[in-house]
């Protein structure tokens, strides 16, 4: 457990000098098309590195506003609360703070930087559809997720994916936007400004597949078998969660707040259209083992 | 060469008994917070007992030995010391309480009172925070215990007084595969 947790420590810190160094290059192919290289860089990187740490201190909020998660009080969900709880002194660690997502699909996700700061939400559909020892399963996955510090990890990762995109739908935009006008006004700067911004955001929507593969790369698939096992250690009672996965295996996992960025932070990975199956892009950003291996393994601790 | 060897092994002798010390501190503090949980999650049932009896005595007024019993083996639980003591206690409190309970069966009114069903999820999900209290608990006094008795920690454990702790032995506590489904809320 303890190595994990520095490897996650680890994994956080690369990615978040990766995307500083990034967004250097940016700042430097944007600034020397004007003559102006090191300021690009020194913009670029003063931006990054400011997004970067805010990645790593509100990143947790970013994700929650994300999925319009709300915090409950104990007094709204005794329920949940008492569960969380619970489950929060199995493992030793401070109990987390309680949020549910306005979603009918059974789900849940854990998020923050350390024990001390760490959120839970779960999907008004799990809270439904789930009885007492399931939702303790669920919950148990989601506390080994916080122990070992994975959540530092998805949580750094959801903001600067997330924010990569943005980047690229806002330069494309603005392509489009400034080229309009650049066609009908006359003034002839618009040209190349246009053009830069055009091959900024192609570039930028040219690393999402990277952006799957480092998403891949920093949560990999084994980390959700290791957080089963470590939830059913907690719980002591292994078919609690398998009951919960059965059960999500059996409903839609539609969501509309789904998207790319934060889909690995899931206890089961959500699609964007309800009843599609895996397209290429998903596939490329599948971070979860199939569901019914997990069931599996569960059934046989 | 000799005297270099010599005190390169003193050194790597220290550093491992700097290391041990400092584990078997951090053991003995994760059990004592292991220990304070489950104190905190005693308690709790404490404060929750004489409201539940109250809100029972006002429909079943007449099973005084039941009350009495459960009150009794309240304030004896909350005067003992040490953990086996205290553990002995704590499971008379939980038969008090399941006597309590199986009263309860017998009037349909009382179970469907409000205050008494926020008081009977109140004291299950205690029950269920004690039990996950008394597991880490009893997880940390193994972490201890066996670091107290292997060679060569149980050297250093001996020289500065770190001792065995006892578990927190509790008779089949109302706790796992219970098949209800609570309802949505």
Avoid: C
């Amino acid at each position: 457990m303890y190595e994990q947790i520095a490897a996650n420590k680890r994994k956080t810190f690369l990615l978040l000098i990766g995307a500083v160094l990034f967004a250097g290059l940016i700042g430097f192919v944007i600034g020397s098309f004007w003559g102006y290289g090191p300021v690009g860089i020194g913009i670029a990187l003063v931006v990054a590195t400011v997004m970067s740490i805010s990645s790593y201190l509100y990143g947790d909020r970013m994700v929650l506003a994300s999925t319009r998660a709300r915090e409950v009080s104990s007094q709204e969900e005794p329920r949940l609360h008492n569960i969380v709880e619970g489950i929060a002194i199995a493992a030793g660690i401070p109990k987390p703070r309680v949020y549910v997502v306005p979603e009918q699909a059974p789900n849940a996700f854990a998020t923050g930087r350390d024990p001390e700061h760490s959120s839970i939400a779960v999907t008004e559909g799990l809270l439904s559809l789930m009885n007492r020892v399931e939702l303790e399963g669920v919950i148990a996955h989601e506390m080994s997720h916080i122990q070992d510090r994975d959540i530092l990890v998805g949580t750094v990762v959801a903001t600067v994916v997330g924010a990569a995109v943005l980047m690229a739908e806002f330069f494309m935009r603005s392509w489009w936007w400034g080229g309009y006008r650049g066609r009908r006004g006359s003034d002839s700067n618009g040209g190349p400004v246009t053009l830069i911004l055009f091959a900024v955001g192609i570039a930028l929507l040219a690393i999402a597949p990277l952006a799957g593969q480092i998403i891949k790369f920093s949560v990999s698939r084994n980390r959700e078998y290791l957080a089963d096992a470590q939830g059913a250690m907690l719980t002591r009672y292994p078919p609690g969660l398998a009951g919960a996965l059965k059960k999500i295996a059996g409903t839609p996992t539609a969501m509309r707040s789904a998207n790319n960025a934060t889909g690995h932070l899931w206890l089961n990975q959500p699609s964007r259209i309800e009843g599609e199956r895996q397209g290429t892009l998903e596939k490329l950003f599948s971070t979860h083992p199939p569901i019914q291996e997990r069931i599996r393994r569960l059934e046989e601790m | 060469m000799g005297l270099w060897i010599g005190v390169g092994a003193l050194v790597l002798a220290l550093a491992w008994g700097v290391w041990a010390f400092n584990r078997l501190v951090s053991l003995r503090n994760r059990v004592d917070n292991g220990w304070s949980q489950i104190d905190v999650q005693l308690r709790r049932r404490y404060d929750l007992i004489p409201n539940l009896v109250e809100t029972v005595k006002g429909y079943a007024g007449h099973e005084r030995e039941v009350f009495e019993h459960v009150a009794e083996a309240r304030s004896r639980a909350a005067g003992t010391q040490g953990v086996a003591d205290r553990a002995g206690a704590e499971n008379q409190v939980t038969a008090g309480l399941r006597q309590l309970f199986a009263v309860v069966e017998n009037y349909p009114d009382l179970k469907a009172n409000t205050n008494f069903l926020a008081l009977q999820e109140e004291l299950s999900a205690t029950e269920s925070k004690i039990a996950y209290a008394r597991q880490f608990y009893n997880d940390q006094v193994m972490r201890l215990n066996t670091s107290t008795q292997s060679f060569p920690s149980n050297l250093l454990a001996k020289a500065f007084g770190f001792r065995e702790r006892e578990f927190f032995e509790i008779e089949d506590i109302a706790r796992g595969p219970v098949d209800v489904d609570l309802g949505g809320s």
